[in-house]
């Protein structure tokens, strides 16, 4: 199964920094378009909402909090900000006008990605969230959901009533589906608290989930294991009228 792949906006004044991470954030995957400052943005923004703006505070004209607030009067879309000030004065101000996060300069592209897939994990899953929310049944693969009674249904129409902790694990991969999902953040998400370190029950978990689904962890199709990164639901997920 493929996704489209999210549309990332760069703001800054400084071309060099523009053209590091266009390269490099489009070698991880990404869409990625820049602007040099407010006019540039404002102007792109007109035809096209990326997924995510990565705007940096110092800029000549409107600075990065001041693209911010104007944003956040209409615009929900997530924004990461960019600063050399080492001043917790700055990180909370951007925080406080809208920003999802904040990093300083200068930063290591790795950390900045981490903290976009970050951003994204939790904000992406939200058209999911509210096609599906508003549907008692959601469909995948050969099966369907009964939100409401906690229950699976077959292609035979046959029911399998699920336990809390399936149902919210099962709820997890069905808001993400062709999102690859960290250990770590099925077992926050699913259960309300961080993984205590080392811990692998949630893979227990997830086994047992495959076999609620008819399936085994060798030939899984519906939710593959992605070595070294966690797993994946591969279905395509519709709320069913």
């Not at 400084?14 to 943005?41: F, K, M, N, P, Q």
């Not at 909402?49 to 009067?73: A, N, Q, S, Y």
């Amino acid at each position: 199964m493929t996704t489209t792949p999210a549309t990332l906006m760069v703001v800054d004044d400084d071309s060099e920094i523009r053209e590091l991470l266009a390269d490099y954030l489009g070698r991880h995957g990404y869409h990625v378009l820049t602007a040099d400052g407010a006019e540039s943005l404002y102007q792109q923004l007109v035809g096209q909402t990326p997924d995510l703006l990565i705007v940096d505070v110092m800029m000549p004209g409107d600075d990065g909090f001041t693209i911010c607030r104007e944003l956040r009067k209409t615009s929900d879309t997530p924004i990461i900000m960019l600063t050399a000030s080492a001043d917790d004065t700055d990180r909370i101000l951007g925080l406080e006008l809208g920003a999802d996060d904040y990093i300083g300069k200068p930063f290591n592209p790795r950390e900045l990605l981490a903290r976009i897939k970050a951003v994204l994990r939790r904000i992406r899953p939200a058209a999911t969230v509210a096609s599906t929310q508003a549907s008692r049944w959601v469909r995948f693969g050969d099966w369907r959901l009964d939100r409401m009674t906690r229950e699976l249904v077959d292609q035979a129409d046959i029911r399998t009533a699920l336990s809390g902790a399936d149902f919210q694990l099962l709820q997890v991969f069905l808001e993400r589906p062709g999102t690859v999902i960290t250990r770590d953040d099925l077992f926050t998400l699913s259960r309300g608290r961080d993984a205590p370190p080392l811990d692998r029950s949630i893979d227990v978990h997830v086994c047992r989930l495959r076999q609620r689904l008819g399936e085994d962890a060798q030939h899984s199709q519906l939710i593959r294991t992605v070595r070294g990164a966690g797993y994946v639901l591969t279905a395509r997920v519709e709320p069913v009228s």
